[in-house]
T-cell receptor, first 112, second 111 residues
Framework: DAKTTQPTSMDCAEGRAANLPCNHS???????VYWYRQIHSQGPQYIIH???NNETNEMASLIITEDRKSSTLILPHATLRDTAVYYC?????????????FGGGTRLMVKP | DAGITQSPRHKVTETGTPVTLRCHQT?????MYWYRQDPGHGLRLIHY???????DKGEVSDGYSVSRSKTEDFLLTLESATSSQTSVYFC??????????FGPGTRLTVL
């Protein structure tokens, strides 16, 4: 599975959009981009995933560049409860065991 | 929330003692996983299971063994605990290539 690069930390004002970037320049054609987050010491929580097209669900939007070498997770109206570590993960569709490889993630601090 | 429980939630033990952590699911998902998380780090996969009695090693499997005799239970055993195994352990489940759902975690301290 391809490696990802994320900023170590970011701040966002409450009510504003939080845009979290992820670089995955070595991604291959059958690899998906997944986003999880971990609030404080809880278990990670799935947010969204995509292959080529942009995706949106009730939590967030995922924008993948046309060359698929980078993506952005967008939380449209960040709240204090969105303060967490956000992990961008690239996973092959045929990954035996459906394993996820977590990197260091981005620590998002939402401020009042 | 997915039906995943872990037991115990907290445990303190001494070096050299055996320890077993339990993950129980009520979702009937095929895949189950054990991860560990150390301060300031992301999660690292220890072992996973793709069916009853079917398991395989992950990134950091040394010193750990697992068993899955029923769909709903996945046990992680530290045969002889060491201080380097002090960590937070998370269990996860998934169905095929879909997203993984994580349990609440077990905080293990080895003195």
């Amino acid at each position: 599975d391809a490696k990802t690069t994320q900023p170590t930390s970011m701040d966002c004002a409450e009510g504003r959009a939080a845009n979290l970037p992820c670089n995955h320049s070595t991604i291959s054609g059958n690899e998906y981009v997944y986003w999880y987050r971990q609030i404080h010491s809880q278990g990670p929580q799935y947010i969204i995933h995509g292959l080529k097209n942009n995706e949106t669900n009730e939590m967030a939007s995922l924008i993948i560049t046309e060359d698929r070498k980078s993506s952005t997770l967008i939380l449209p109206h960040a709240t204090l409860r969105d303060t967490a570590v956000y992990y961008c993960i690239v996973r092959g569709y045929n990954n035996a065991g459906n394993m996820l490889t977590f990197g260091g993630g981005t620590r998002l601090m939402v401020k009042p | 929330d997915a039906g995943i429980t872990q037991s115990p939630r907290h445990k303190v033990t001494e070096t050299g003692t055996p320890v077993t952590l339990r993950c129980h699911q009520t979702e009937n998902h095929r895949y189950m996983y054990w991860y560990r998380q150390d301060p300031g780090h992301g999660l690292r996969l220890i072992h996973y299971s793709y069916g009853v009695k079917d398991t395989d090693k992950g990134e950091v499997s040394d010193g750990y063994s697992v068993s899955r005799s029923k769909t709903e239970d996945f046990l992680l055993t530290l045969e002889s605990a060491t201080s380097s195994q002090t960590s937070v352990y998370f269990c996860a489940i998934s169905e095929g290539v879909n997203e993984q759902f994580f349990g609440p975690g077990t905080r293990l301290t080895v003195l």
